[in-house]
């Protein structure tokens, strides 16, 4: 069985100053990881993938991740934080059965950026 | 926009009500997908249709009923729900073989 853990359920940070959002995972084998962006009353928009091409990922809106395997991390950064980056976030891992995946969800992390 | 969209946005009804919420997808997937968001609470999968048949029911009581007349459309049927059915309902679509999973901006559902 596979499993995602967002160790903070509430991050804040200014404006300007780097983002940090923390997640480790579970998974009985190589997953492939996202990381999903929720803006108030939105859908999920995806911000990223880790699919073992490359353990530093790029996204979107200047976020990205690194894939530690050995620390079963998948940690969201982003250098400097902008006041539209207030959201909540989740970390997914995924099981593709089949032909239709299967995510797991972590409990979210609500980002705030205060001036 | 993701291409998926859902209707309606919001939604009240109450426990002896039926109401039907819809998915469209116009991204060409074949995949559709079900979720339940409360609060507090992670994602929970409720149900999965690939190429129109159902592959997974994640436990989901009866009174509701997914239905997928083709790959680009996904409803959930609601009926005699509860106060605790009240939540964020999102659908989703993927291409066949794939796990990139694209969200709809979901239907805030209200049971009274």
């Known amino acids: 069985a596979q499993s995602v853990t967002q160790l903070d359920s509430h991050v804040s940070v200014s404006e300007g100053t780097p983002v940090l959002l923390r997640c480790n995972y579970s998974s009985s084998y190589s997953p492939s990881l996202f990381w999903y962006v929720q803006h108030p009353n939105k859908g999920l928009q995806l911000l990223l993938k880790?699919?073992?091409?490359?353990?530093l990922v790029k996204g979107i809106n200047g976020f990205e991740a690194e894939f530690k395997k050995s620390e079963t991390s998948f940690h969201l950064t982003k250098p400097s934080a902008h006041m539209s980056d207030a959201a909540e976030y989740f970390c997914v891992v995924s099981d593709l059965a089949g032909t239709a995946s299967k995510l797991t969800f972590g409990t979210g992390t609500r980002l705030q950026v205060t001036l | 926009e993701t291409g998926v969209t859902q209707t309606p946005r919001h939604l009240v009804m109450g426990m002896t009500n039926k109401k039907s919420l819809k998915c469209e997808q116009h991204?060409?997937?074949?995949?559709m997908y079900w979720y339940k968001q409360s609060a507090k609470k992670p994602l929970e999968l409720m149900f999965v249709y690939n190429f129109k048949e159902q592959t997974e029911n994640n436990s989901v009581p009866s009174r509701f009923s997914p239905e997928c007349p083709n790959s680009s459309h996904l409803f959930l049927h609601l009926h005699t729900l509860q106060p605790e059915d009240s939540a964020l309902y999102l659908c989703?679509?993927?291409?066949?073989?794939?796990?990139?999973?694209?969200f709809g901006p979901g239907t805030r559902l209200t049971v009274l």
């Open positions: 880790y699919t073992s091409a490359a353990t």
């Open positions: 989703a679509s993927s291409p066949s073989g794939t796990d990139t999973q694209y």
């Open positions: 991204l060409g997937h074949n995949a």
